[in-house]
């Protein structure tokens, strides 16, 4: 299991990882997994944990063992992307959880997820989550889906070992998980969505009913959004974005567009993929269609 | 951490249809787990279902860490019982507050604003409403 901190508390670390110790004590007892190594690491300005709170957190993972659990403190702001190709690098498990660190595993989760695991064929599988749901289609019949949120997946090691981890370099927080997505399904991996797999994410609405975004969130999206159109060659839809934020009043927005221009001068955006449209999905502003809005 | 021996300091009692709406609970008792602390105890009064049922939901809540799993109690509603799921929540509970949905046949994800907030040093909720009622 990877985790990727930044400024989170203790409190919500111990959450987590008391679901996460049930989850592997319920997927062991239906064999779904054998061992298990929990990964933390912390992209925040100062450790989130000390010496003795891991240890406290150790002792409390009756099911994992103490020894499963270890962290690393990057010293640097990693992003989602960088952190978790960093915990790549630390561990060889056949299987790894993405969870992020305002989630709550269910019991079944992990089991659930193995399940839907079990077609060699499938790279990468989805959980539920509660209470938004993310909206995405999905074929009701096989799971198969257009990506899958990296707020909580389950991933094969081989599809690491075959396409590279997210994409840290042009994707620092948001769409990491589209790509990577995107890219499993160019090398021929399905992606799965498993609704009976269920998290509960800490996620809310606005009156609006959009999602509570903050000022790195608009900043960052608005940066992958042009990436994204970029990277998965939709030359319309990057020059419409641009114009959209370039005028959208505002300054984070105005940033982005200025920051993407500069790589592209430099000659530092990433190559090009799927000039053909056989696996990207730009749909509206989405990356998949769309079941339903929360502002509907 | 809380005594385990020592009454929760609050109550939700909600009433449950048994069945159809094991998707649901099986949710509720996850968004519950994920954002509550020991100072609440969880009573799930079911109404209908078979015995099965019963024991079912009592699995369920079973699968769920200790931590959780200790402050959640399901009981059937007697058939003949008249009183609302809050008040047979008020008999079994020790807590001081007793809370449930405003509507009785649904339970809330959780509570989010109001009577609920100060009560135990939770993070703040997601969703749903409820009363609350002093004992």
């Given at each position: 299991?990877?985790?990727?901190?930044?400024?989170?508390?203790?409190?919500?670390?111990?959450?987590?990882?008391?679901?996460?110790?049930?989850?592997?004590?319920?997927?062991?007892?239906?064999?779904?997994?054998?061992?298990?190594?929990?990964?933390?690491?912390?992209?925040?300005?100062?450790?989130?944990?000390?010496?003795?709170?891991l240890a406290g957190l150790q002792e409390s993972l009756t099911h994992c063992g103490p020894t499963s659990l270890a962290y690393h403190y990057f010293d640097q702001n990693r992003g989602s992307?960088?952190?978790?190709?960093?915990?790549?690098?630390?561990?060889?498990?056949?299987?790894?959880?993405?969870?992020?660190?305002?989630?709550?595993?269910?019991?079944?989760?992990?089991?659930?997820?193995?399940?839907?695991?079990?077609?060699?064929?499938?790279?990468?599988?989805?959980?539920?989550?509660?209470?938004?749901?993310?909206?995405?289609?999905?074929?009701?019949?096989?799971?198969?889906?257009?990506?899958?949120?990296?707020?909580?997946?389950?991933?094969?090691?081989?599809?690491?070992?075959?396409?590279?981890?997210?994409?840290?370099?042009?994707?620092?927080?948001?769409?990491?998980?589209?790509?990577?997505?995107?890219?499993?399904?160019?090398?021929?991996?399905?992606?799965?969505?498993?609704p009976t797999a269920c998290v509960f994410h800490d996620k809310r609405l606005d009156p609006d009913g959009q999602i509570v975004a903050g000022e790195a969130e608009v900043y960052y999206s608005?940066?992958?959004?042009?990436?994204?159109?970029?990277?998965?060659?939709?030359?319309?839809?990057?020059?419409?974005?641009?114009?959209?934020?370039?005028?959208?009043?505002?300054?984070?927005?105005?940033?982005?567009?200025?920051?993407?221009?500069?790589?592209?001068?430099?000659?530092?955006?990433?190559?090009?993929?799927?000039?053909?449209?056989?696996?990207?999905?730009?749909?509206?502003?989405?990356?998949?269609?769309?079941?339903?809005?929360?502002?509907? | 951490?809380?005594?385990?021996?020592?009454?929760?300091?609050?109550?939700?009692?909600?009433?449950?249809?048994?069945?159809?709406?094991?998707?649901?609970?099986?949710?509720?008792?996850?968004?519950?787990?994920?954002?509550?602390?020991?100072?609440?105890?969880?009573?799930?009064?079911?109404?209908?279902?078979?015995?099965?049922?019963?024991?079912?939901?009592?699995?369920?809540?079973?699968?769920?860490?200790?931590?959780?799993?200790?402050?959640?109690?399901?009981?059937?509603?007697?058939?003949?019982?008249?009183?609302?799921?809050?008040?047979?929540?008020?008999?079994?509970?020790?807590?001081?507050?007793?809370?449930?949905?405003?509507?009785?046949?649904?339970?809330?994800?959780?509570?989010?604003?109001?009577?609920?907030?100060?009560?135990?040093?939770?993070?703040?909720?997601?969703?749903?409403?409820?009363?609350?009622?002093?004992?």
């Open positions: 299991m990877h985790v990727v901190l930044f400024r989170h508390s203790v409190d919500s670390v111990a959450t987590l990882l008391r679901s996460v110790d049930r989850s592997v004590a319920y997927a062991q007892d239906r064999r779904a997994i054998e061992s298990v190594v929990l990964l933390i690491g912390d992209s925040s300005t100062r450790p989130v944990l000390t010496p003795d709170q992307a960088g952190g978790n190709n960093d915990l790549f690098r630390r561990s060889d498990s056949d299987l790894v959880l993405i969870i992020n660190p305002d989630c709550y595993a269910s019991p079944s989760l992990l089991s659930r997820l193995c399940d839907a695991m079990s077609d060699p064929g499938v790279g990468i599988v989805e959980a539920r989550q509660v209470p938004l749901e993310h909206p995405k289609e999905f074929d009701r019949r096989t799971g198969d889906t257009s990506w899958a949120s990296g707020s909580c997946m389950l991933i094969r090691r081989a599809v690491i070992d075959r396409i590279g981890g997210f994409d840290e370099d042009s994707f620092f927080m948001y769409c990491d998980d589209v790509d990577l997505s995107w890219r499993a399904r160019l090398a021929g991996y399905r992606v799965v969505y498993q608005a940066e992958a959004s042009l990436m994204m159109a970029w990277k998965w060659s939709n030359a319309d839809l990057l020059e419409r974005s641009r114009q959209e934020l370039l005028h959208s009043g505002l300054e984070a927005h105005r940033r982005a567009v200025d920051a993407f221009d500069e790589r592209l001068e430099r000659d530092q955006l990433p190559s090009r993929l799927d000039p053909e449209g056989r696996v990207a999905q730009f749909v509206r502003r989405n990356y998949a269609a769309h079941r339903f809005g929360y502002d509907d | 951490m809380t005594d385990p021996t020592q009454p929760a300091a609050f109550s939700l009692a909600a009433l449950v249809p048994c069945g159809p709406a094991s998707t649901r609970i099986s949710e509720t008792l996850l968004s519950l787990a994920a954002q509550t602390s020991p100072a609440l105890e969880i009573h799930v009064i079911v109404e209908g279902g078979s015995s099965s049922e019963l024991r079912g939901l009592q699995d369920l809540v079973g699968t769920f860490d200790e931590d959780f799993s200790r402050r959640v109690h399901v009981a059937a509603m007697d058939r003949f019982d008249s009183r609302t799921a809050v008040a047979v929540g008020v008999a079994r509970s020790r807590a001081t507050h007793v809370a449930g949905p405003r509507r009785s046949e649904s339970m809330p994800l959780a509570p989010a604003v109001g009577p609920w907030h100060p009560w135990s040093r939770c993070r703040p909720l997601t969703h749903g409403r409820g009363v609350t009622y002093e004992r």
